[in-house]
């Protein structure tokens, strides 16, 4: 699901594992700053790999 927030930002849902979870915490915490920082930050390397390289996505790990 995606919700537009504002002009030119889309707010996306997506479920986590609660290991996931801690450690995006833990490594929020060690780099001061949110765990919104480090998915968009995650998300933008995701992108910027797809473009240049095929990804190794598993797809049978899915869920």
């Known amino acids: 699901m995606a919700i537009i927030a ?10 986590l594992s609660r290991a996931q979870e ?3 915490k833990e490594l929020a915490a060690k780099h001061k700053v ?4 480090l998915v968009r930050y995650a998300v933008d390397q995701l992108v910027e790999q797809g473009r240049e390289a095929q990804l190794p996505l598993d797809f049978a790990r899915r869920r």
């Open 6 to 15: 504002e002009e030119g930002v889309v707010r996306v849902t997506a479920s």
């Open 34 to 37: 949110s765990v919104a920082w």
């Open 22 to 24: 801690q450690a995006l």
